[in-house]
């Protein structure tokens, strides 16, 4: 079978995930490539892709509006195909998967499945708030280890306790496998409804559906800080829909219209000089999954 999985990764914690998942599928014997959407901006021709899958944090308790336009210019399919959905979140997915699954089934796509992992949280207004938290930290880790049930609440006060465990991973490789078997056995006719893909916090599916990317834009106001900006452009190479340009290498970047609020340019600016809502470029940033992440996630030899 060959696998394609669509990737959208603002600061690393899905492209764990899914790297992981593809090794699943791969040591399975088949192939499975991932195509990051940022790098590689133009849909691909999916007439030989067997199995699409689809992965993006949930950003506004949906998929990220850069994921949603990536999906909208895919092409469509004459003959049903199936496609699977992973995703990591801070704390709750809301409308995510119910959205993507709709909107795939506009171009044939029948949803075979959806899986989310906890992974720390990433919104820089969030970690500035809680930045003192961290002096308690302890306290956190206790609580999530006594009332694990109690981890996607307690992770608002404590966002490092929204990490992944080993038991997390491995309902990832069971999900995996069993996407196999599904689109092996593949019946448009009984794949579960979009209600099923995943039971959303009460209010988190409305407000998902609610948020426009305006209201995105307008609650994350990226500006440019020129005094610190040393012109790097890793802004312009990070941003997923193009918004920010540079008139030539080494220029200064210039953050043009139609920002979706992913605050990808914040995270990855080395220098600071990129302010935004409610943030600390200081203390607001997520620096990314941890060593001990990255060796749980460690891909499976294939
Ligand atoms: C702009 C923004 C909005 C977010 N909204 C949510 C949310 O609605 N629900 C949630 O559980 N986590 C939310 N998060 C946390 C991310 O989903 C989580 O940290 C995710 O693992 C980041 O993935 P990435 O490192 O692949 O970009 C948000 C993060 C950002 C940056
Ligand atoms: S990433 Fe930061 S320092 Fe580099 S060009 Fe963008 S704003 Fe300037
Ligand atoms: S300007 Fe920054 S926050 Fe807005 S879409 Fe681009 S990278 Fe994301």
Known sequence: MKCLILLHSATG???????????????????????????HPKPPALGSVDLLGVSC?????????????????????????????LGTAGGEPGAHFALLAEQ???????????HWLMFPE?????????????????????????????????????PEIGVSSEADRDNLRRFSEEVLVRASTFEPDVAPSFNDLHKPMPGTNMAGRMVTVEMAAQYTAV???????????????VCPVGCINQEKKGALP???????GCW???????????????????????????????????????
């Open 122 to 158: 990433s919104w820089p207004p969030h970690l500035t708030l809680v930045k003192d938290m961290g002096k308690t930290a302890q306290y956190g880790e206790m609580f999530s280890r006594r009332y694990p049930a109690l981890r996607p609440w307690l992770a608002v006060f404590w």
């Open 13 to 39: 914690n899905t492209r764990l995930m899914t790297r992981y998942a593809a090794s699943c599928i791969a040591s399975a014997g088949h192939e499975c490539k991932i195509r990051d959407i940022v790098s």
């Open 104 to 114: 795939l089934a506009h171009k044939g796509y029948v949803t075979l499945g959806a």
């Open 223 to 237: 500006k440019l800080v020129p005094d610190r900006c040393t012109k790097c452009g890793i802004c312009v190479k």
């Open 254 to 260: 210039a953050f043009g219209r139609g920002c979706t």
């Open 57 to 85: 944090p949930t950003m506004y308790f949906r998929p990220t509006f850069a994921m949603e336009r990536y999906v909208a210019r895919l092409p469509s399919t004459a003959k049903p195909k199936p496609v699977f959905l």
């Open 264 to 302: 990808a340019c914040f995270q990855h600016c080395p220098d600071q000089a990129i302010s935004g809502w409610k943030s600390d470029p200081a203390v607001g940033k997520y620096p990314g999954p941890t060593k001990e992440l990255k060796e749980l996630f460690e891909p499976l030899p294939s």
